[in-house]
C-alpha cells in the first residue's frame, strides 16, 4: 500500500471511538487473551455478542460483494489462500489476521476483552463435549445443513472461493480421528524443532490441521473457513503455540523467519489453488522466494497493511497481546 493511503488509513483509525485498544500506537495495555474454558459466563457472553455484532455491521471496505464486516474478514482470507498458507508466512498472515479481528471487535463493537483461544489439548479425549461448543455458553454444535443451536444458528455467510454472492450456511461436522494430531506429543514435537522453517511446517501440518478437522464443515474449506466463528479460537491457540516457540528462545526467534513464498505445487494442486502471480509476488516485499522480515501482510483495506517484522513481538505496538 503506498505511504499516503496507508496514513489515510492511519487517521481513520485514530477518529473511531477507541476503548480497550489503539491503532499503531504504542502497546501500553496488552489484550489479555484467554483460554474459553477459563472464562466467566459473563466474559463468553460479551465476546459472542461482539461476533454478532461484526455480522450486523455494515461492510466498509469496499469488497464487492461483502454486506458484513464478517464477509470482509473471510475475504481477506478467501483472496490471499495461496499466498497465505504452506508459505513462511502462514503463521505471521494469521497473528496479523487475528489482531485485525480482535481489534474490529474492540473498536467497532465494544468488546471490552482479548480475543479468546480454543485449548485444543484438553478435548483431544472427547471432543463433542468440549466447552466451545456449548449452546448457551458456546459457540453451539453440528449442523451438516445449517448449524442447528446455539448462537450461530443458521448463520448465512456470503463469500466464497469462486463467489462474493453465495447464499450459504455455516455447517459443521466432527471429526475426533481428525482432531488427534492436536495431541501433546505433536505438539512437543513442533515446540522441539530448531528453526522457523521446521517450526511452520510442523505446526501447520499438525495442529492447525486438527482443529480444522476436528469442527468439520465450513472450518474445513482451506480457503473459506474463517466464515466459522470457531477459526479465531483455534488460529488464536496456533498462534499461542508459535509464540510458545519464540519465547523458548526469544532473543533470537523476534526476528527468526523463513520459508517459500510460492506453496509446493503439491499443495496448490491439493487444494485446488491457482499459482500466485507475479502481480502478487513482485509487491509481496521480498526479493525472491524467500519469506523475510519485510514481508507484506495484507488485509485487503479493511486494516492498514503490516510486515512480518511488525507482528513478530506478540507484546509489540501492533499486535499487543498476551495470552493468558
Ligand atoms: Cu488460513
Known sequence: MAPSLRSFFYLLATFQAVTAASWNATCTSKSQRKAWNDMTATE???????????????AQAGITGAQNRWDELDWAH???????????????????????????????CGYEGGQPYWNEVLDMDNLTASVVFDPDTGFGGEGSDCVTDGPFTNLTLHMNSSSTSADYCLTRSFNSNGFQTGAQTYLDECFNTTTYVDAFECYQVNPHTAGHSAVGGTMLDVVGSPGEPLFFLHHSNLDRLWWQWQQANLTARLTEMGGRNVPLTSYLEQNGMESPSSSVLDYDGDDGNATTLNHNLWMVGIMPNATIREVMDLGGDLVCAEYV
Open 78 to 108: 478467501i483472496a490471499q489462500s495461496n499466498i497465505i498458507h504452506n508459505v513462511g508466512a502462514f503463521l505471521p498472515w494469521h497473528r496479523y489476521f487475528m489482531r485485525v479481528h480482535e481489534y474490529l471487535l474492540q473498536s467497532e
Open 44 to 58: 463468553k457472553t460479551a465476546y459472542i455478542d461482539a461476533e454478532l455484532c461484526l455480522m450486523a455491521r455494515p
